[in-house]
């Protein structure tokens, strides 16, 4: 257990739905990080919210629409999506996004099937 | 543009030693993570290294040399359990982690 929680654990979707991902840190940090993990693949970042502003957005589709209510929470909102859209999600918590490298602590991901 | 290579697999005996290597090209260094994922479950935090040398933490050391561009884990006296993928990610200019594509560990009895 990392302190940081995700669900749903599994999604099967398909291209016309909407769905959300929740993402949601007991650790008291104040950034936070959605990752897609695509087999064989390095990760990669999608989204970064520090102190609920959003500071990285790595080029992402608007079929993805990140939220930060609050620095505990992370919503990631999916619609439209395509099959190629499908791998898994992490959700990620570090201390602070100040200029520094920072350990990143894990959820333990939602396994996405886009069909 | 900015790369990290590890290798896809290996494998090894338990209670044998290995060693996964990382190499890296990046514009800036400002640190090198090693991270343990076993199937289905979230990356772990497994050392930091920011100075050249060697790590070491119990049964897994973790070495880097900034010159060579290069770092490997070590790790002792496998067990099953060791069986992972091994994410290697550096921390560039920017502080933003550049992820390889993981090496995944099978471990034999």
């Known amino acids: 257990e990392t302190g940081v929680t995700q669900t749903p654990r599994h999604l099967v979707m398909g291209m016309t739905n909407k769905k959300s991902l929740k993402c949601e840190q007991h650790l008291g940090h104040n950034a936070m990080y959605w990752y897609k993990q695509s087999a064989k693949k390095p990760l990669e970042l999608m989204f970064v919210y520090s102190l609920e502003e959003r500071v990285e957005n790595n080029s992402v589709p608007s079929r993805f629409s990140p939220e930060c209510p609050n620095s505990s929470h992370l919503f990631l909102h999916l619609h439209t999506l395509q099959p190629e859209d499908s791998a898994l999600y992490l959700c990620?918590?570090?201390?602070?996004?100040?200029?520094?490298?920072?350990?990143?602590?894990f959820g333990p991901g939602t396994r996405l099937l886009v069909l | 543009g900015q790369n990290i290579d590890q290798p896809t697999e290996m494998t090894a005996t338990e209670g044998a030693i290995v060693q996964i290597n990382c190499t890296y090209q990046t514009s800036g260094f400002n640190g090198l993570f090693w991270y343990q994922q076993h199937a289905g479950e979230a990356p772990t935090f497994l050392s930091y290294n920011v100075l050249d040398g060697l790590e070491e933490k119990g049964r897994f050391s973790s070495f880097l040399s900034r010159s060579k561009g290069y770092s490997y884990l070590l790790l002792k006296e496998l067990q099953m359990k060791d069986s992972a993928s091994y994410l290697c990610a550096v921390s560039d200019s920017n502080y933003q982690l550049i992820w390889g594509a993981g090496t995944k560990l099978i471990i034999k009895p």
């Open positions: 990620a918590s570090s201390q602070d996004w100040t200029g520094g490298p920072e350990t990143q602590y």
